[in-house]
Every structure is written in C-alpha cells, then in structure tokens.
C-alpha cells in the first residue's frame, strides 16, 4: 500500500512539473516577440489564387500592421484568423504561434468549379462546390468548364443555390469529381426550359444531356459513345450527340 501511495505521489509531482513547465513556456512564447512569419498554403490542385506575399499582405494590411516584433495572442491572433478566413479564396485558415515565438499561418485554398460566362465579361466569375460565387483573380486562371445561357441572358450568382439551381450544381460537381470529364467538357450552356448541352475539348460533338437529373447514366452512355464509335468511325463523323432519353444515344 505504502509503495502504490508513494508512486501515485511521484507520478502527480512529475505531471505537476509538466504542467509548470508548459505554463512557463505558453508565458514565454506569449510575451516573446515574432521573429518571422511562416505562411503555409495547401494547394492540392494546383491553383495559385492566393499567394504567400497575399497572405501576408492580410495579415499586415498591406504593411500597415506589421507582426514582426509585436506579441500577438489570444484574440489578437483569432483577429488575424478571420481577416485570412474573409478572403473569397481561402476556405479554412489557422494562426498560432510555434514555441519559438514565431507565428505561423496555414492557408487552404477555396478552389472554383466552373466559369460563369456574362455578355458584359466584366461580370464573369467563379463558382465553388457549394454554388458560392468567386471573384476573378489577376494572379491565376483556373481551368474550369464555363457556363453560359444562349441569347445573351445572364446567370445570376445565386442561381446554384436555391432548389432548381442546385440540380446544375450537382451536374457541375459531378464533372468537377470525375478527371476525366472535368478535363473533356468545355463549355456548358443552360438552354431555353432548362435542359443542358455542352462542347468538348476533343471532338466537335455538341452533346445534349437534356434536364441535369439521371446524371451518372447519362455519362455512363456517353461513355459508351466514346468507346465504340470514334475509335471506328472517327471524332468527326457525328457533330450531335443526344444522352437526353432512357436507354438511348442518338447520334446525327
């Protein structure tokens, strides 16, 4: 009994000891001033909206703010965390500093599924996965589909998130999912009573899906279209492809 007493004692000294010794260097490395501001961006498909410079221009306001020799902390630190989170391609963001004082700031980018297209280009912008709207960027041009209405009539930017808008973004999502449709569809339209149709990279098929529901079938059929008939009859034999109808490719 005096032995179990006795290693319960000096186990609750050590972590005792830890846990100054933690409290000690929180207290440090808060009264420590920055030495150097470490950015860190996640890019895993290769987009460039957002640069290390740009993020440290938010966190500085351009040099107005300078971090370096300053103690941020707290809600100092969670400040800086939202104006990072406020900029339309940064989907998550986290400050802190590391032991050595030093603050770190880790980016992960928003990235844009598709291209709205304007008849006014200078309203043409981005959407991301969730139907948000992204402005464009002069830094980095993403390779996505466009998406257009014929006759000159302009796509609203909160088209993609209300009900009807939502089956649109389930088509553009799907494509964005699948490398090898998001490396083949060009350019998507919405026509007139909401059935699609869009352009390839290869091929000078004009693909008409009809209304965006059935959406994995539909590829599957066309799929099947890619498989059978170019590598025999060739690319340009057919300039219209219908997947539109159940169990049906018409081609013209």
Request: proline share 6%; with cysteine; charged share 25%.
């Amino acid at each position: 009994m005096d032995r179990t007493v006795r290693n319960l004692l000096v186990s609750f000294a050590c972590l005792l000891v830890l846990g100054c010794m933690g409290v000690f260097a929180a207290v440090r490395q808060a009264t420590r001033p920055v030495g150097e501001v470490a950015v860190t961006i996640a890019n895993e498909f290769d987009n460039f909206f957002i640069s290390e410079r740009g993020v440290t221009a938010l966190l500085t306001k351009g040099g107005k703010e300078p971090i370096v020799g300053t103690r941020p902390e707290g809600a100092r630190l969670r400040e800086l965390e939202d104006r990072l989170k406020a900029h339309p391609f940064v989907r998550e963001a986290q400050v802190y500093r590391d032991l050595a004082g030093n603050l770190h700031a880790d980016v992960r980018q928003n990235r844009p599924i598709a291209r709205l297209v304007h008849p006014d280009t200078r309203l043409d912008n981005y959407i991301d996965a969730e139907g948000k709207p992204l402005p464009l960027s002069p830094l980095f041009t993403a390779r996505v589909a466009t998406v257009s209405r014929p006759g000159g009539l302009a796509l609203q930017n909160g088209f993609f998130r209300d009900s009807t808008g939502q089956r649109y973004l389930a088509f553009l999502r799907y494509v964005d999912e699948h490398p090898f449709w998001r490396a083949q569809v060009a350019e998507v339209f919405i026509e007139p009573g909401g059935r699609l149709s869009f352009t390839q990279q290869v091929g000078d098929q004009r693909i008409e899906f009809g209304l965006p529901e059935n959406i994995s079938e539909k590829f599957a059929k066309l799929m099947v279209f890619y498989r059978q008939i170019p590598s025999v009859l060739g690319w340009d034999t057919y300039h219209r492809v219908n997947v539109e109808y159940q169990n049906q490719i018409i081609c013209e």
